[in-house]
């Protein structure tokens, strides 16, 4: 698989990432490199290794679930644009 000019103009668009002209072509090669050695590990003979859903040993620990009162006020202070006292953020649904 190689990535081309296109594609990363289309990446770009789709991130909302403004990347310079000049940029585009240095950009396409090192994902091109980076894609090939993610290729090659589909040459890896992994047919030795067992399936593992736990990589750590033991449980897992757990907190317990507590609500606790927040100052709304300050959590909000940080806000970008807020609305009757909540975040106001894009729609994503159309």
């Keep these: ?12 668009h789709l991130a909302r990432i403004k990347i310079s002209e000049s940029k585009i072509d ?7 490199v980076i894609l090939h050695f993610v290729e090659q590990l589909n040459e890896v003979d992994c047919s030795h290794v067992q399936d593992s859903w736990q990589y750590a040993s033991g449980s897992t620990r757990e907190r ?8 709304s006020a300050l959590v909000l202070s940080n806000a970008p644009e807020k609305e009757c006292n909540m975040f106001v953020v894009p729609k994503v649904v159309g």
Excluded: A
């Design 26 to 32: 240095k950009l396409r090669d090192d994902l091109n």
């Design 64 to 71: 317990d679930d507590i609500v606790e009162q927040c100052d």
């Design 1 to 12: 698989m190689t990535v081309s000019r296109e594609d990363i103009m289309k990446i770009s």
